[in-house]
C-alpha cells in the first residue's frame, strides 16, 4: 500500500530565509503524480506544486521548488525567500496515475505546520 | 468566479443524530471529492464521483455514511446515526479531469467542521 511521510510536525523560518519541507513516500508504482498543497489558517487548501514521476526535471513555481528523487521516494519543497504569508500546515500527497483508473490512491501525508518568525 | 462552496460551515450534534453537509463544485469541473480530515492530520479521500458515478468510494464508512451527485453537480454527504469519532473537518474539493490522463487540479472548500457531542 501506498504510503507519505512527512517526518517534521513543525518548523520554523526566519523571514526572507530559505526552508525546505521533507517528504517521504513508498509505492510500487512507476508512475504517479506528488504535490504540495498548503492549508493557511481556518482557510482554504491550495495546490502549491506538482511532480509528474516520468518527469526528470524538478518543478518550480515562483519561490516554491521540488528536489524530487525518484529512486529514493524522496519529495522535499524548498521555500526560497520565506514571507509571512507563507505561514501554513503543508501537506504532501501521492496520487496514482489518470486516465481510466476507476480505484486511485490518493495519498495524504499528516503535514508540517511552517512558522515565518519575523 | 465562485469557488467550491461547502455548507454548513459549522456544526454541533449529538451522537446518534443524523447530520448533511453540501457542496457545490466549480462550474464545469466533473470530479467532486470527499475528504474527512481529523485534527493534526492530513485529508483522507472518502469517496470521488466523475460526474453521477461513484467510481471510488472505498474508503467511505458504508454503515453509517452515504453520499449522492445525482444531477453530476452538487453533492451531500450524509451520516447516520453520528458517532463521537465523527467529530472531524468534512473537506469537499472538484476539477475537471478530462480523457488526456493527466489530473486536474484540486480546488477545495473551505469544510465543514463537525463536533459531535
Sequence with gaps: ?118 | EAGVVQSPRYKIIEKKQPVAFWCNPISGHNTLYWYRQNLGQGPELLIRYENEEAVDDSQLPKDRFSAERLKGVDSTLKIQPAELGDSAVYLCASSFDGTSGVWGEQYFGPGTRLTVT
Design chain 1, 1 to 118: 500500500a501506498q504510503t507519505v511521510t512527512q517526518s517534521q510536525p513543525e518548523m520554523s523560518v526566519q523571514e526572507a530565509e530559505t526552508v525546505t519541507l521533507s517528504c517521504t513516500y513508498d509505492t510500487s508504482e512507476s508512475d504517479y503524480y506528488l504535490f504540495w498543497y498548503k492549508q493557511p489558517p481556518s482557510r482554504q487548501m491550495i495546490l502549491v506544486i506538482r511532480q509528474e514521476a516520468y518527469k526528470q526535471q524538478n518543478a518550480t513555481e515562483n519561490r516554491f521548488s521540488v528536489n524530487f528523487q525518484k529512486a529514493a521516494k524522496s519529495f522535499s519543497l524548498k521555500i526560497s525567500d520565506s514571507q509571512l504569508g507563507d505561514a501554513a500546515m503543508y501537506f504532501c500527497a501521492y496520487r496514482s496515475p489518470g486516465g481510466l483508473v476507476k480505484n486511485d490512491k490518493i495519498i495524504f501525508g499528516k503535514g508540517t505546520r511552517l512558522h515565518i518568525l519575523p
